[in-house]
């Protein structure tokens, strides 16, 4: 039992002195790290610290038994908000009313939608080998922007490319089949077709272009982020998961790496793409040969020129993104994406790009699958369909 002949006879307001901290730091975690916390509850906190400090704080001095009160009082708050915390966060995880993504009793999702493979192990139906006579079939490679994060099979743009092809070409029958993979670049495209082109006997090549197809070199773009994640999850998060504060412990390292890029200490998203395009264009080279090694093997059997088509996305998950009027990180972007055209052409390429397009169609909606991915949205599919539509159509008439 506490002993209230320990505790010095104190104005019972300086007990608050600590949980007042307390919340400010909490609080400060919490608008660093952008939170999905109400203002107005954590406006509550703040009002029910000052009530309590007001209550139990009147002017005449106070018992030990006042103390001691005050003082168990405070160390409950103090417990008990982290908690309080914790469960409104949790209650507020837009991830939480997602649907499922990842494997599920045995059943793997892309955000609610069920993944089945072919046979040869990609997100694609079955297709008749040898190819069938009266058909026109075309060859899509590329990356999970290609793939189809979080839409279902028959919303991405190759299947819709399929669709429109149909409708404005009879009697001719045209296949678009998807053979692109999850975190893949143009040199595993490069690996993929080499495999099974002779299988797919395409009739077109198209390549959807993402960003960072050119090379993946995350750990030269930012290496200041991952000593700072290290440290965290070296020196904080294990106590906070012993705690069980799972998501005050990722809006805490969410703040750190924030306070970190106001103070210059990490780079912003503008120096990161920056580095990135420098860390490309020192692999433009091999960027340039692949595509090369590409154009041959379509040269090889006959083949109009392969497309490149550039698949912009939304810079941000939650709000649109202005094309219209680009900011200085995705001005950066599309520098490396002009540069990725004029390689490809160069090399005898056809390429297309949505950046006016989106500008015009798409400018004031959300570019991304969900509030919490990146990865294109169906009305962006359906606006790479249309442009590949004319393109696809165009090169059919082109004559070796």
Known sequence: MLSTHSLPHLPPARFWYLPSFFLFVIGTILAL??????????????????????????????????????????????????????LTLRLNDTSRHLPPNGIVNSTLYTFGHVITNNSYGFREREFAVPKPPNTYRIMVLGDSMSWGVGVPVNERYSNFLEDLLNQSSPPLHFEVLNFA???????????????????????????????????SADNVIDPESRHLAAEYNHLIDPY???????????????????????????????????????????NLASFQNTLQQIKALSDSRRLPPPILAILERGLYADR???????????????????????????????????????????????????????HPSVALHQLYATKLHTSVLANMSYVR
């Not at 299988?199 to 390549?207: G, R, T």
């Open 33 to 86: 790290a952008q939170s999905p916390l109400p203002a107005a509850l954590i406006f509550l906190f703040i009002l029910l610290a000052i009530a309590l400090v007001s209550r139990y704080s009147p002017h005449q001095p106070q018992t030990s038994a006042h103390s001691a009160f005050h003082f168990l009082l405070m160390a409950l708050f103090c417990i008990a908000l982290p908690y309080l915390i914790e």
């Open 181 to 215: 993979t999850q975190a893949g670049n143009i040199a595993e495209e490069l690996a993929t077709l080499q495999k099974y082109i002779d299988v797919a006997e395409p009739d077109q090549i198209v390549i959807g272009f993402n960003f960072d197809d050119i090379d």
């Open 240 to 282: 906070l998961t012993k705690l069980r504060l799972y998501y005050l412990s990722g809006q805490t390292v969410k703040a750190i790496k924030q306070a970190a890029t106001l103070t210059g200490y990490i780079p912003n998203q503008t120096v990161e793409v920056q580095r990135q395009l420098a860390a490309q264009n020192e």
């Open 320 to 374: 649109p993104t202005d094309y219209a009027n680009p900011e200085s990180a995705l001005q950066a972007i599309i520098d490396q994406q002009i540069l990725a055209e004029k390689t490809a052409q160069s090399v005898g390429f056809i390429t297309q790009h949505h950046r006016e397009d989106i500008a015009s169609e798409l400018n004031n909606q959300i570019l991304s699958v969900n509030a919490i991915d990146h």
